[in-house]
């Protein structure tokens, strides 16, 4: 795994003065649910660059960002953003999607509803609907969902349901640090979190529970590391050894390889939490990595 690089060593100082009281405690998360939410809109050089719609699905907005002149895109991506069910999606997540649009993808974006307003009861069936747009114009191997944080969770509770959906099931799942445990139960992650300089768990359980609006938070579509792994498609997690989210994927991992589903698990030495979409070498190389094998594997 090697050492973590100097950026990636002082932006962990900067989340943990900045990020960390977020979700700090229940009361944080309880402030943060309640807060208004951002203006979710594309930023103006993303729609600059690409070729932008929008369009509802399921009663949600749901974004299409096509790359400019040349030949249709032959690969299709489902971009789930993260932000703990509760926050809209951010400028480092479009960038992403702009880096993936570059390479020659279409590139869904559902925003889901956030709590307190809305719950997963509403987001499983946006997205099994996307899906299934996207299989009226590409093979089921073209096409890739992928996730970060809680849209990571959200991406594989998605996948878990295609195949009872009589769907056909993506080529690949892509998951940035997912939130894949609403409990945060794991006995692994307490002697993480206290490096993490993100996440804390108190604020995370209350952030699920909203989001399970009443139900058992550990039923697959909250906590899809306890659902149906046998089956699923290629599995490419990303994960830093000081994210609280680390002991779980290590256990998505070993539970999906032991179902018989390719699985590769990057951990980075250092890396917090959604270390990929940062501003850091060990991002810059993960993000290459997934889209040469998104775009052109």
């Not at 594309?42 to 399921?58: D, G, N, T």
């Not at 699920?208 to 009443?214: I, K, Q, R, T």
Request: hydrophobic share 45%.
């Amino acid at each position: 795994m090697g050492v973590a690089s100097v950026r990636m060593r002082v932006l962990s100082l900067v989340l943990r003065g900045a990020r960390k009281p977020l979700l700090a405690s229940a009361e944080a998360a309880r402030k943060r649910i309640a807060a208004p939410k951002a203006d979710p809109a594309p930023p103006l050089p993303l729609l600059r660059r690409h070729r932008v719609s929008v369009r509802e699905v399921e009663g949600f907005p749901v974004y299409s960002v096509i790359p400019r002149g040349g030949t249709a895109p032959s690969r299709a991506v489902v971009y789930w953003h993260g932000g703990a069910y509760t926050a809209e999606i951010l400028r480092p997540h479009w960038s992403f999607v702009s880096q993936l649009a570059d390479a020659g993808c279409r590139v869904e974006v559902p925003l889901y509803g956030l709590t307190p307003d809305h719950t997963y009861r509403e987001a499983l069936p946006l997205g099994r609907a996307v899906h299934a747009e996207l299989l009226k114009q590409f093979e089921p191997g073209a096409v890739t969902h992928a996730g970060d944080s809680s849209g990571g969770g959200l991406a594989l509770a998605v996948t878990q349901t295609l195949a009872g959906a009589g769907l056909a099931l993506p080529g690949r799942l892509v998951l940035l640090s997912p939130w894949l445990d609403l409990t945060v139960a794991n006995p692994g992650i307490a002697a993480v979190e206290r490096r993490d300089p993100w996440l804390s768990s108190a604020g995370l359980i209350e952030a699920g529970l909203a989001w399970a609006d009443g139900d058992d938070p550990l039923l697959p579509a909250l906590s899809p590391l306890h659902g149906e792994l046998a089956g699923l498609p290629e599995l490419d997690i990303r994960i830093g050894t000081h994210d609280v989210f680390h002991p779980d994927c290590v256990a998505l991992h070993e539970r999906a390889t032991a179902a018989g589903v390719r699985s590769e698990l990057h951990v980075v030495e250092g890396g917090w939490h959604v270390y990929v979409l940062g501003p850091v070498p060990e991002g810059r190389q993960a993000r290459a990595e997934i889209i040469r094998k998104v775009a052109f594997d």
